[in-house]
């Protein structure tokens, strides 16, 4: 079973729908984010969070928002998605404070979000 | 703003060659990463290297990092197919909570 899971894989909708799209974790990390990919801009952060009760925008919040449910859980909503924000979605994880700054990122596999 | 920019944007090269990706960046840093993505995939992890260090190596990959340039590179020594894919480099912005910011990437394709 995957790390770091995020349902759904594949999702089509159309404009002024409400869209969550979910991650969970089995890798008992603290630190969760999100992050956009569109063609030839690479990745864009959304949000991140450090824990439970500590959620962060990043650099392209507007549209979104988070909820961290649980350590393991940090879902994605679009409250009422635009054709612009079709891309696909990563939802990562990490460790917090080794000394190092921000460590290695544990990726999902992508859910790939199209709006109509 | 993106932090880390990756030089070429697409690389074709032949088995057996040598991949060489640079990545520059703008502020100052605790460390910078490299990671690797198939068509599609989710990205993976390649390497780490801190600000206190030059060079890097993990199997057939070398990594080395300029602080007074503010750039890195990534050497791939004897390309396979396999190492078909996107290459992006992503730095922790010093003084930051702990963000990494990730560069546009490189396309690589190794031609068998």
């Known amino acids: 079973d995957a790390d770091v899971t995020q349902t759904p894989r594949n999702r089509i909708t159309k404009t002024g729908k409400r869209i969550m799209l979910e991650c969970s974790q089995t890798?008992?990390?603290?630190?969760m984010y999100w992050y956009r990919q569109d063609p030839g801009l690479g990745l864009r952060l959304i949000y991140y969070s450090f824990d439970v009760k500590d959620i962060n925008k990043g650099e392209i919040s507007d549209g979104y928002s988070v909820s961290r449910q649980a350590q393991a859980k940090f879902s994605l909503s679009l409250e009422s998605a635009i054709p612009n924000q079709t891309a696909l979605y990563f939802c990562a994880t990490g460790r917090s404070g080794r000394g190092i700054g921000t460590g290695e990122l544990f990726f999902g596999e992508g859910s790939r979000l199209t709006v109509l | 703003s993106q932090q880390g920019e990756e030089d070429p944007q697409a690389l074709s090269i032949q088995e057996g060659e040598n991949a060489t990706m640079n990545c520059s960046y703008k502020?100052?840093?605790?460390?910078l990463q490299w990671y690797r993505q198939n068509s599609g995939r989710g990205l993976v992890h390649l390497i780490l290297?801190?600000?206190?260090?030059r060079e890097k190596h993990s199997g057939r990959l070398r990594v080395t990092l300029d602080t007074s340039k503010k750039s890195s590179s990534l050497l791939i020594t004897a390309s396979r197919a396999a190492d078909t894919a996107s290459y992006f480099c992503?730095?922790?912005?010093?003084?930051?909570?702990?963000?990494?910011?990730f560069g546009k990437g490189t396309k690589l394709s190794v031609k068998p």
């Open positions: 502020t100052s840093i605790n460390n």
């Open positions: 890798k008992g990390h603290d630190r």
């Open positions: 992503a730095t922790d912005e010093g003084g930051s909570q702990g963000n990494l910011i």
């Open positions: 290297i801190r600000s206190n260090e």
